[in-house]
């Protein structure tokens, strides 16, 4: 979905490790010597190696113990049996591409014993359990200016993938995410169905220009997987009615792409696109230079999986295009990719994350009015094998203090944060944030679904939440004029693939019958 999209559904631990399991026999590599090091040195050598480091009270002890360090224990070629486990691979071409990226060694990459201490290190320094989040008080439910609506027509139980508000009032549309639909479904401005198309796989990512669509395919199978099958193709309005002539292929054997960026990045007049191929074990970020008739010429970036959201600016003021991307999926932060003006870019990491804070998104929006971009970023994606609370997951705002050098200087905690934007939804002149939460605290905090973040001065913000914030499961939101009345309007879509775990209020039953595809927050400023 999100932004992303569904994708969401982030296999986290890149490089985490594994407990030796009591009578089970190993291969050992006896040309492996035993180092002198202690268990912390040894895990920040080998996890820092390919992503920032986690400290042991990062996570509860038996997440360490029954999950998170198995699945390092593959990463570093340590397995149960005496070789790899098919069952780390599927099946196909995705399957293939993990192998020969030798993403889980065939042999040990450290001695058993060093591993044990590893092993050691985490279990006895994790925490019995994780702390909650912290609240100073309590979310105000009611909506300043904002009118709740629900659309007429929605796929039951939703599998929403995207949304989107269509330019110049012409209403909504939103895709399902279900095999038997794949459509997209176009919405009037009052919110009715208008007319559907269909499509072999369901779109994660709309675009509309003129008379044109842009729809970005994540590929056969919107959930984490390898297989390069995803695709952009365009859509070309008809001349009668409302319908669209068949797709035209114009990218296609992408892997698993969940956004894509849009945007002139060698000043020839022809907008290129940059585009976030998440993939799962493997993936890629990709600049497709526009050459014209002749197609889009390919320029590999990043050759890791986890692109999940970019934005294309000149972030030098040198008169070219950069490219601002969040990296999810292990190796986690925000990289800039400085425009030589040749066809080629600099990469430059900008952030850092630790593999557990799950990045979902990024904006760039000048907070302090002081000409410079900062950075709003969302971390809270808990589809892996951590899934539960963490006290990290929110809103985070790093201000630009130049030379694009960022300080963290607000974070708003919101358990399982998706998606935040950044609008003056109210005119007052400075930015507030809408922010979506796919997996919130529903026995304590429900209203944690959907957050309005006011925004009275200095890093200011007051919370709001609406009364029917749990009638769906927001995993996609936009934010645009929808009415065309100069103020920006909210559409959330909902995805009842997951329902919460352990669920003991009854949101999940419910939605599976009840839960709408879309909603919209109809501003009332104006």
């Known amino acids: 979905m999100r932004g992303y999209v569904i994708l969401v559904f982030l296999l986290l631990l890149i490089t985490s490790c594994s407990e030796k399991k009591k009578g089970t026999k190993y291969s050992e590599i006896k040309e492996i010597p035993v180092s002198k090091l202690q268990g912390d040195q040894l895990a920040r050598i080998h996890c820092s190696s390919c992503h920032l480091f986690v400290p042991p009270d990062s996570l509860p002890q038996f997440s360490w113990r029954e999950d998170v360090l198995p699945a390092m224990a593959f990463r570093l070629g340590i397995y149960d049996g005496e070789q790899q486990p098919d069952s780390l691979f599927e099946k196909g071409s995705g399957g293939d591409r993990v192998r020969n990226a030798n993403v889980f060694p065939k042999q040990p990459l450290l001695a058993r014993a060093d591993w044990d201490k590893i ?26 200016h904002f009118n709740y609506k629900e659309v007429a027509y929605s796929h039951r139980p939703p ?35 208008d007319h559907e198309v269909r ?20 590929g056969k199978n919107i959930f984490p997987n390898d297989a390069a099958d995803g695709t952009l193709q365009m859509l070309t309005i008809s001349e009668i009615g409302h319908h669209y002539n068949s797709a035209e292929m114009l990218i296609d054997n992408m892997q698993r792409p969940v956004f894509m960026a849009y945007g002139d990045l060698n000043n020839n007049g022809r907008e290129d696109i940059v585009a976030c191929e998440f993939g799962n074990q493997t993936g890629r970020l990709v600049c497709y230079f526009n050459e014209g008739e002749e197609g889009y010429k390919e320029q590999l970036l990043n050759n890791r999986p986890g692109a999940i959201s970019a934005v294309i600016k000149d972030m030098n003021g040198d008169g070219l295009n950069d490219i601002v991307t969040l990296m999810a999926q292990g190796d986690e932060g925000v990289f800039y990719y400085e425009n030589n003006g040749d066809g080629s870019f600099v990469e430059k990491r900008l952030l850092s994350f630790m593999p557990l804070y799950g990045s979902q998104h990024i904006e760039l929006a000048d907070f302090n009015n002081d000409g410079l971009d900062d950075i709003l970023y969302v971390s809270g994606d808990n589809a892996d094998k951590t899934p539960f609370l ?90 645009e004029d929808m009415d065309g009345d100069g103020d920006v309007d909210l559409a959330l879509g909902s995805f009842v693939y997951f329902t919460p775990a352990g669920d003991t209020t009854g949101l999940g039953k419910r939605w599976l019958t009840n839960s709408p595809s879309v909603i919209i927050l109809e501003n009332t400023i104006r």
Request: charged residues 25%.
């Open 159 to 193: 599998l929403t993938t995207m949304v989107k508000i269509r330019p110049e009032g012409k209403g909504v549309v939103y895709a399902d995410g279900k095999q038997h639909i794949n459509s997209l479904t176009f919405l009037t401005p009052n919110l009715e169905k």
């Open 390 to 479: 963490k006290n990290y997951h929110g809103i985070y705002i790093f201000i630009n203090k130049g030379n694009l050098q960022f300080k963290q200087e607000y974070f708003y905690p919101l358990n399982g944060a998706y998606k935040a934007v950044a609008r003056d939804f109210d005119l007052d002149g400075d930015l507030d944030i809408a922010a979506i939460s796919f997996f919130p605290d529903y026995i304590r905090h429900p209203e944690e679904s959907f957050v309005y973040l006011e925004n009275k001065g200095n890093l200011d913000f007051e919370d709001y939440s609406f009364p029917q914030s749990t009638n769906g499961r927001w995993i996609v939101m936009d934010a």
């Open 199 to 218: 499509l072999k796989t369901s779109p994660v990512q709309y675009r509309e220009k003129n008379d044109t669509l842009y729809v970005t395919i994540a």
């Open 119 to 144: 092993v050691e290190y985490y279990i006895n320094n994790a925490p019995d359990s994780m702390p909650s989040l912290s609240y100073s008080k309590k979310i105000t439910i009611g909506l300043p």
